[in-house]
């Protein structure tokens, strides 16, 4: 595998379930990004990593829980949902300023 | 705080027309880095280019031109001879100068349709 690869592509989830999105990159990158994209917002960034510390927390709920176990991956652990939070969940790397690489996202939705 | 602008959220052109999409973001930064990707039907976003505040020459790549304008705070993209598989929506960004990797500030987008 090649990028940044993100599974699953596709989550359907009650409001009382908890899921995890994962998001592995092969580009030996040392930043690694949450991003939610929804129909009626411009991307947002919901949270930053640098070499595996946590450097942004962009005003996100609590019930969403990254997770960054080391330089290739990435977990958005989801607890308690609501409707408003279904959208597109990106990850994206990058090697200190240099360009972001995304991966295909999952689309969210939650019932 | 920052702020990207596209003004345009839709253009519909015809296979082989020229287009512009337009990008105007206002920054406190003296050092910062401009961006543009593409977000095909896949959802997929795709890097085109990054462009830090320093450069403001103009970039050709293909079909594809960047016209970075620091006085207007604009950094315009232009598709020449556009082609279907240019559909897509188009994203501009600005990055915070941060050593702890790149804060990305969007702008809305532009869904660009180019029919045959």
């Known amino acids: 595998e090649t990028g940044v690869t993100q599974t699953p592509r596709h989550l359907v989830m009650g409001m009382t379930n908890k899921k995890s999105l994962k998001c592995e990159q092969h580009l030996g990158h040392n930043a690694m990004y949450w991003y939610k994209q929804s129909a009626k917002k411009p991307l947002e960034l919901m949270f930053v990593y640098s070499l595996e510390e946590r450097v942004e927390n962009n005003s996100v709920p609590s019930r969403f829980s990254p997770e960054c176990p080391n330089s290739s991956h990435l977990f958005l652990h989801l607890h308690t949902l609501q409707p408003e939070d279904s959208a597109l969940y990106l990850c994206a790397s990058s090697q200190d300023l240099d360009e972001q690489f995304f991966g295909p996202g999952t689309r969210l939705t939650v019932l | 705080a920052q702020k990207v602008t596209q003004a345009q959220t839709e253009i519909s052109v015809v296979e082989k027309e020229d287009v512009t999409l337009d990008c105007v973001y206002e920054t406190r930064d003296t050092t910062y880095y401009l961006f543009w990707y593409k977000q095909p039907p896949s959802g997929e976003l795709v890097f085109l280019i990054r462009r830090n505040s320093f450069d403001e020459q103009n970039e050709i790549s293909g079909r594809y031109s960047w016209n970075f304008q620091k006085s207007t705070s604009s950094f315009n993209f232009t598709i020449t001879a556009s082609q279907v598989v240019d559909s897509a929506v188009y994203f501009c960004?600005?990055?915070?100068?941060?050593?702890?990797?790149?804060?990305?500030?969007f702008g809305g987008g532009t869904r660009l349709m180019v029919k045959p």
């Open positions: 960004a600005l990055s915070e100068h941060n050593n702890a990797g790149n804060m990305l500030t």
